[in-house]
């Protein structure tokens, strides 16, 4: 089962911030936080990962909680194109074990003009 | 470019047919798994495979086989046994030890 709680759905406007809340209570030590979004019809695409400390990279930065329980995901300059269902989800990295993914039900994120 | 290529996007067959849907990549990923998708649903599990010649059940498996012969492929067939099988399926591969998985574009099964 998933691990993470997201509201099933959220709006920006376009240009704005667009920050998208999870909730993980249950994680564990050696689980990491995984952002992945999803387009009407086509694959996932990762966007961003973190263990503990907060993250940036040219999508998306990923704020942690200093407790792990929760973490928000942020789109700067959210576009149009932005517009997707977004998973939060939690799981250990790879190596010796199986690195799965449990994907939930997301949040649909509607960029409106 | 290096990616995974499902094959075809749309896929009609009639019921009691078995179907296989390919997945390719050219990632030297380790790592390759199934995954269905239903309607405002997220992903389940179908199969998984770490290495070529092993691969493991996820939580749906029932109805559906699989093969790793060769490190970039990773063939799904969707047989008579599946009850359901209209969904739209996703193949994902990882670099084993590595984070991020790469995701191809689907195939949408359509059973009439």
């Known amino acids: 089962d998933a691990k993470t709680t997201q509201p099933p759905s959220m709006d920006c406007a376009e240009g704005r911030a667009a920050n998208l809340p999870c909730n993980h209570s249950?994680?564990?030590?050696?689980?990491?936080v995984y952002w992945y979004r999803q387009i009407h019809s086509q694959g996932p695409q990762y966007i961003i990962h973190?263990?503990?400390n907060n993250e940036t990279n040219e999508m998306a930065s990923l704020i942690i909680t200093e407790d792990r329980k929760s973490s928000t995901l942020i789109l700067p300059h959210a576009t149009l194109r932005d517009t997707a269902v977004y998973y939060c989800i939690v799981s250990p990295t790879g190596g010796s074990t199986l690195g799965r993914l449990y994907f939930g039900r997301g949040t649909q994120l509607t960029v409106w003009p | 470019d290096g990616g995974i290529t499902q094959s075809p996007k749309y896929l009609f067959r009639k019921e009691g047919q078995n179907v296989t849907l390919s997945c390719e990549q050219n990632l030297n990923h380790d790592a390759m798994y199934w995954y269905r998708q239903d309607p405002g649903q997220g992903l389940r599990l179908i199969y998984y495979s770490q290495i070529v010649n092993d691969f493991q059940k996820g939580d749906i498996a029932e109805g559906y086989s699989v093969s790793r012969e060769k490190k970039e492929s990773f063939p799904l067939t969707v047989t008579s046994a599946q009850k359901n099988p209209t969904a739209f399926y996703l193949c994902?591969?990882?670099?084993?030890?590595?984070?991020?998985?790469?995701f191809g574009s689907g195939t949408r099964l359509t059973v009439v």
């Open positions: 994902a591969s990882k670099v084993q030890g590595g984070n991020g998985y790469t």
């Open positions: 973190g263990l503990k």
């Open positions: 249950t994680i564990s030590g050696n689980e990491y």
